[in-house]
């Protein structure tokens, strides 16, 4: 016999749940969050409950107080969403960008590819041709990331519009599914940190001196089908960003 009983929310549940949402860009800055009863409707939890959600996402600097509102989202300007997050927020809600976020510099080109460490996570030789996609997201007025996407080859076949600079309306790998059938899966993201290349320094937008060594945060996601692997997507960010943990 199925169990049909509503999952129990636990203060902790809905504190990611809201954690996602400003994580991701989906609240905003400045933005007003819900009410207590609103919350207390939504997850059928107590007031308790929902009060000691809304204390944990305050300790985290997440929110604050604004007389005469109530509680709003604080101004988060050195946190950067990761690229899982920005592929929750357009699964949940369809939308590519956060709130004042655009993309912009972008490129589309085939390569030769060097690096034998990406080689090898695309499944490819050294030298191969890949297509290469490369954007700089801007949000209100900061670079924060620069985005590489490197591609196999294979998928040229079945979506040619991946040599034309100009960003999808939706994620690629959608229209690419749609085509093909084919569905694509994502690994684990990994990270990992080092010297800024200066092609990523002047993407960025970094006023330093020519040579000097900036240390940056990179985020490693590889999407596969059933062939193997199909793009590795690279986001660099800027020094003195950082993400938080929306688990």
Known sequence: MSDNKPKKHGYADIASHYRKLIADGTLAPGDEM?????????????????NRAFRLLKSEGLTVPKPGVGTVVADQPRVAAT????????????????????????TAQLRSIADPILADQLGVEIHDEVVL?????????????????????????????????????????????????????????????????????????????QGTPVPVLVLVNTFSDEDGPLEVWEDVYAPGLWQVDTQ
């Open 34 to 50: 819900p009410s207590m009863s609103k919350v207390c409707e939504q997850f059928q939890v107590s007031i308790t409950t929902a």
């Open 133 to 209: 996609r490369t954007r700089t997201f801007v949000r209100d007025g900061k670079r924060t990331v620069f985005a590489v996407s490197c591609i196999h080859m294979r998928a040229l076949a079945d979506v040619p519009e991946l040599l034309s600079p100009e960003p999808f309306d939706r994620f690629w790998q959608e229209i690419y599914t749609a085509r093909t059938g084919r569905q694509v899966t994502k690994s684990p993201e990994r990270r990992s940190a080092r010297l800024a290349y200066d092609y990523e320094i002047k993407a960025l937008g970094l006023d330093v001196e």
């Open 83 to 106: 690229a899982s997050a920005r592929l929750d927020r357009i699964a949940r809600t369809g939308k590519p960008y956060a709130k004042k976020e655009v993309s912009v510099d972008h």
